[in-house]
């Protein structure tokens, strides 16, 4: 009897959560690991199309090829420039409108609304729009920019290597500002005003709350999202893809993009999922990086 009892017990405890699990681990090990278990198998095969004859297990000769492919290395440095570009632009501009839509002010729902617009929009609809609002002879922004001298004369930015890739950086700022406003404006909304209160009438100023108040509050919401952010950008081909392509000259290639290219432009799914693990790899070691800073702001 004490053993049924104990059975019945250690069934309830350790088993049964399991079995109410179990069908959310399923849906985990059939959409993400078996994916990217296939993913990495590929990296060490060659799998090309077009030559269909030519497979099988080639061990690390994809990854070497990697040190010697000028393309990768460009789009690595790429992908830096159009990640950090994009997130330090989209979280000082989501930062600033979280902070000015927690102060009461005549339609602040309005423009609650207009913040949160861009996140609706379909992502290609977005890259045809701003290919559209640069393009100097059916767009307005070459234009203004030549009235405020910032453009000699009015052309596609699109087209010269030098400006192509602060394109796809503006449309992808203003589809990805409301991201870090809803969750910026979340946590400001949760510190508490008496913090304020009692730092004003210490005779603070509205920089040393700022810095001594809110951004300690905002730290650790900050890591998590900029990490999030950050790597959701890295991988992110939709908007460079439909805008350049990844050119002109791969000045906009990233390394989603490339992985896009490779495997379904030159067939080559073993390059492409050496490629696919090389980013792994980065966004990993950047992800852990960020984890820790996020941990020693929570202890702080």
Not at 200 to 205: F, L, P, Q, R, V
Not at 230 to 239: G, Q, R, S
């Amino acid at each position: 009897m004490p053993r049924t009892r104990f059975g019945r017990a250690y069934f309830r405890y350790a088993v049964e959560p399991w079995l109410y699990l179990s069908p959310a681990v399923l849906l985990i090990c059939f959409v993400m690991l078996i994916p990217l278990f296939i993913g990495v198998s590929y990296s060490v095969q060659s799998i090309n199309l077009l030559r269909p004859f030519d497979t099988g297990y080639i061990g690390l000769e994809n990854f070497a090829e990697l040190g010697d492919d000028k393309r990768f290395w460009t789009a690595m440095v790429n992908t830096f420039w159009w990640t950090f570009g994009s997130v330090t632009l989209q979280f000082l501009l989501g930062l600033g409108l979280a902070m000015l839509l927690t102060r009461p002010f005549h339609g602040k729902r309005i423009v609650q609304a207009l913040v949160f617009l861009p996140w609706a929009v379909p992502t290609f609809l977005i890259a045809l729009t701003w290919a559209w609002l640069l393009n100097p002879i059916i767009g307005p922004l070459p234009h203004w920019w030549a009235a405020m001298g910032i453009l000699g004369e009015p052309y596609n930015i699109l087209s010269n290597p030098e400006t192509a890739m602060w394109g796809p950086i503006m449309a992808n700022v203003w589809y990805g500002v409301p991201f870090f406003a809803i969750t910026l404006l979340a946590a400001l909304q949760s510190i508490p005003g008496e913090l304020y209160e009692a730092a004003e009438i210490d005779g603070a100023t509205p920089w040393q709350c700022f810095t001594k108040i809110t951004l300690p509050f905002l730290g650790p919401m900050i890591a998590i999202t900029v990490m999030l952010r950050a790597i959701w950008v890295a991988n992110f081909a939709d908007l460079i893809y439909v805008m350049t392509g990844g050119g002109p000259a791969n000045s906009t290639q990233i390394l989603s993009t490339y992985i896009f290219t490779t495997a379904f432009r030159k067939l080559d799914f073993g390059y492409a999922s050496a490629i696919a693990v090389a980013l792994l790899a980065v966004l990993f070691v950047y992800a852990a990086l960020l984890l820790v800073i996020r941990a020693k702001l929570v202890k702080t």
